[in-house]
């Protein structure tokens, strides 16, 4: 009577585990891993490198806009909303330092202090105006970002306010100082809202009466420190990049958002720096 042929498994070493050995290999490559290293998969075990290899050619879900889906939201706008907050209490507790610093001044950019166009974004004044903005910046921003995604809704709100605070240096006099700019990038993000909705069809009339009556009224209050400008400043670019990051074609729609926002930055740019050669009197 003839046996069944039995062949026993032979053991090697785990390819992640010299000193263990093992019987099991991986499903995929054909590697030994030991009991640490398997990972159930449909069929058999796989190797810790097969798994990252698998999730990694795993694309993550994306909305129409191109942001990346997580299930942290709002992470972006929190962030401002605690840098607004903190850099109020921080200046009032300083005696205005960082209004000093970083506050729009018309004569310290044709100076050379560029960076009060960038930081001018971040500031607000007096505790109310502060509330508020941080109020909208909540109720907006968190929507935005789900759509857009983080990095491009960060680039939203700076271009916002670098969009108020450039048209702000360009028809402002070199005497001209601004407090905070917050405002003009947070109209910036309303704007780019009202591109969204009529990219989906809806009916933006209510945000165009909303964009008026928020210039209106800081057209009032703030005449002599040209805050209405700053808010001019902010729904142009904030409207514009809206366009570039909504209108993109999806091909190829990474590399068209970020030529567009690049030639937004440089028409700004151009224009700070036509602005400063007026001042120095070079043209």
């Not at 050619?57 to 191109?66: H, I, K």
């Not at 001018?120 to 929507?143: D, H």
Request: net charge positive; aromatic share 10%.
């Amino acid at each position: 009577m003839s046996r069944p042929e039995f062949t026993a498994p032979s053991f090697e070493a785990c390819y992640r585990h010299p000193d263990r050995s093992t019987g099991i290999r991986c499903q995929r490559c054909g590697k030994p891993i030991c009991g640490e290293c398997m990972n159930p998969a449909s069929v058999g075990f796989q190797c810790p490198d097969c798994i990252r290899k698998g999730r990694a050619s795993v694309r993550s879900p994306r909305t129409v806009f191109g942001g990346a889906l997580s299930p942290r939201g709002g992470i972006v706008t929190k962030v401002l909303i605690g840098i607004m907050i903190g850099t109020y209490l921080l200046d009032l507790f300083t005696g205005h330092l960082l209004t000093g610093m970083f506050a729009m001044s018309n004569l310290a950019v044709s100076n050379g202090q560029f960076w009060r166009l960038i930081s001018y974004g971040f500031l607000t004044y007096g505790l109310l105006n502060t509330a508020m903005i941080a109020f909208v910046l909540w109720l907006v921003g968190r929507p935005l970002e789900h759509y857009l995604g983080g990095w491009r809704f960060l680039v939203l709100y700076l271009l916002s306010g670098f969009g108020g605070a450039t048209l702000l240096y360009v028809f402002g006099s070199p005497a001209l100082v601004g407090v905070g700019g917050a405002s003009a990038a947070v109209i910036g993000l309303l704007a780019a809202n009202g591109v969204i909705k009529y990219r989906h069809g809806d009916d933006i009339r209510g945000d165009i009466g909303l964009l008026v009556i928020l210039v209106l009224l800081n057209f009032v209050i703030g005449f002599q420190s040209l805050a209405w400008v700053a808010q001019v400043g902010g729904i142009l670019v904030g409207g514009l990049t809206g366009v570039a990051l909504v209108y993109a074609p999806r091909a190829r729609r990474s590399q068209v958002q970020v030529a567009a926002l690049i030639m937004i930055v440089a028409v700004c740019v151009i224009a700070v720096a036509g602005k400063t050669m007026i001042n120095y009197g070079v043209i």
